[in-house]
């Protein structure tokens, strides 16, 4: 297997702050890194794609200016929710592929409460 | 567009029974990947099985085992001597080009 690590596990903040989430892979390289989203009793929703060295690819209807992502390391991206708001209260979880296995390896997520 | 389905919502089974859970996909491509994902109540999402398409065999993990139908486009998953450890939300998921596309969801109660 592999190890995905997330950090922090839980925040709340207060709303119109912004909250950074960092993701990383601990014992394996990943050139792309991705963030989803998965509500109470729900099935995550992909919302970018976090690309090493260049920009993130985001899905339909994510706000790339709400959610910034930043992708500086092999092993380490980040997720930034700006301005935070109630609604943006979730749970968040990313998620690497590691080569040759073709498959996804997922952090523990974390979990988001705005005020 | 790329479509996972599972049909059953939720299902409950009694511990050491066998149960089968329902995926079928949609796709144009003859190459890709396909997953169940298990989520405890930890929400920690741990891979329980994958299977390539073009291997027509059925991929196995100890009680774990598929079902994958290719030309009917059904990747069943089937749990023998079911544990109560095997309480969990179960995902079945396609990928290519790294990017997974997830099924909504079974929600398997194991009961003692």
């Known amino acids: 297997g592999a190890v995905v690590s997330q950090h922090p596990s839980w925040v709340i903040c207060k709303s119109g702050t912004s909250v950074k989430i960092e993701c990383r892979s601990l014992?394996?390289?990943?050139?792309?890194m991705f963030w989803y989203r998965q509500f109470p009793k729900q099935s995550l929703m992909l919302m970018a794609t976090?690309?090493?060295?260049?920009?993130?690819?985001?899905e339909q209807g994510v706000e790339k200016d709400k959610f910034l992502i930043n992708h500086a390391s092999l092993t380490l991206s980040t997720l930034t929710v700006t301005s935070a708001h109630p609604e943006d209260s979730s749970f968040y979880i990313c998620?690497?592929?590691?080569?040759?296995?073709?498959?996804?390896?997922f952090g523990p997520g974390t979990r988001l409460t705005v005020l | 567009a790329q479509t996972v389905t599972q049909s059953q919502p939720e299902m409950s089974v009694q511990e050491a029974e066998t149960v089968t859970l329902s995926c079928t996909y949609d796709?144009?491509?003859?190459?890709?990947?396909l997953f169940w994902y298990k989520q405890p109540p930890s929400r920690q999402m741990i891979l329980v099985i994958r299977?390539?398409?073009?291997?027509?065999q059925n991929a196995t993990e100890n009680r774990f085992s598929v079902n994958f139908q290719k030309a009917a486009k059904s990747f069943s998953l089937k749990i023998s001597d079911s544990q109560l450890g095997d309480t969990a939300m179960y995902f079945c998921?396609?990928?290519?080009?790294?990017?997974?596309?997830f099924g909504k969801g079974t929600r398997l109660h194991i009961l003692p």
């Open positions: 998921a396609y990928n290519r080009d790294d990017k997974i596309i």
């Open positions: 014992d394996f390289q990943a050139t792309t």
């Open positions: 796709t144009s491509e003859s190459n890709y990947y």
């Open positions: 976090s690309n090493e060295g260049s920009k993130a690819t985001y």
């Open positions: 299977q390539e398409a073009y291997k027509q």
């Open positions: 998620s690497a592929p590691k080569v040759p296995e073709d498959t996804q390896y």
